[in-house]
C-alpha cells in the first residue's frame, strides 16, 4: 500500500519560472516530512522538511506549504535554475518513540530549461 | 564532519551468489537505515538499527538481512542472490534516539545480479 503519493511523475520548468511538487499521504500517524534532492549517480540529500504545527517553512528558494486538514504537502521552488535540475523525492514519517522510518514519494524529475 | 561512507560503491553478482554491504556513518549518529531504490518500486525501506539492535524492519523476505556494531558501523547482507535484487543501496544514519530525525543518506552501493 502505497502510503505517500507524488506528482507529477517529471515536470519542466524554464529558468526563473517557478517549480511546484505536490505529496499525499494517508497515514494521520506521520508527523514528519521531509523533501530530498538527489543527483545522478549520488544518494539523496535533505532539502528542507516540515513538522504539522506550521503550515509553511521556507529556506531560500524552496518552501514547503502543509496542509494537514487535506493530508498534502508541496513544495515549491522559486526561481527555478538548471541546477536544481534533479529528482526530487517527498517522505514521511511517524514518531512512534522507536524508530525512524521513512516512507517515500515515486519521485518527481525536474529538469529546468534555459 | 565526514558524511555517510558505503562500501564498495559497485559490485557484480551473479544468481545464488550471496553479497555484504557496508555502511560508516556520520561520526556520532547511532542510527543507521537501509533503503534500496529501484526504477520500479522507488526507495523502499529495508531495516533500521540503532545500538546494535534492529528497531524496525521493512517488507523484504527473510534473505535481507543486517547487523550493527558497536561502533555504529552496519552491514547488510543479501543471501541468495535474485535478479530482483539489483539495485541501488542506501545507507542513512540521523543521531537522535527513539524519536524521527534527519537522515543523511550516503552515496549508495549499486549492486547488479547476473
Known amino acids: 500500500q502505497q502510503q505517500v503519493k507524488q506528482s507529477p511523475q517529471s515536470l519542466i520548468v524554464q529558468k526563473g519560472g517557478i517549480s511546484i511538487i505536490n505529496c499525499a499521504y494517508e497515514?494521520?500517524?506521520?508527523?514528519?516530512f521531509p523533501w530530498y534532492q538527489q543527483f545522478p549517480g549520488k544518494g539523496p540529500a535533505l532539502l528542507i522538511a516540515?513538522?504539522?504545527?506550521?503550515s509553511e517553512k521556507k529556506e531560500g528558494r524552496f518552501t514547503i506549504s502543509f496542509n494537514k486538514s487535506a493530508k498534502q504537502f508541496s513544495l515549491h521552488i522559486m526561481d527555478s535554475q538548471p541546477g536544481d535540475s534533479a529528482t526530487y523525492f517527498c517522505a514521511a514519517s511517524a514518531s512512534t518513540g522507536t524508530a525512524s522510518k521513512l516512507t517515500f514519494g515515486t519521485g518527481t524529475r525536474l529538469q529546468v530549461t534555459l | 564532519k565526514a558524511g555517510v561512507t558505503q562500501t564498495p560503491r559497485y559490485l557484480i553478482k551473479t544468481r545464488g551468489q550471496q553479497v555484504t554491504l557496508s555502511c560508516s556513518p556520520i561520526?556520532?549518529?547511532?542510527?543507521v537505515s537501509w533503503y534500496q531504490q529501484t526504477p520500479g518500486q522507488g526507495l523502499q525501506f529495508l531495516f533500521e538499527y540503532f545500538s546494535e539492535t534492529q528497531r524496525n524492519k521493512g517488507n523484504f523476505p527473510g534473505r535481507f538481512s543486517g547487523r550493527q556494531f558497536s561502533n555504529s558501523r552496519s552491514e547488510m547482507n543479501v543471501s541468495t542472490l535474485e535478479l530482483g535484487d539489483s539495485a541501488l543501496y542506501l545507507c542513512?544514519?540521523?543521531?537522535?534516539?527513539?524519536?524521527?530525525?534527519?537522515?543523511?543518506f550516503g552515496p549508495g552501493t549499486r549492486l547488479t545480479v547476473l
Open positions: 497515514n494521520t500517524a506521520f508527523d514528519y
Open positions: 516540515i513538522r504539522p504545527d506550521v
Open positions: 561520526s556520532g549518529h547511532r542510527s
Open positions: 542513512a544514519s540521523s543521531s537522535l534516539a527513539g524519536y524521527t530525525d534527519t537522515q543523511y
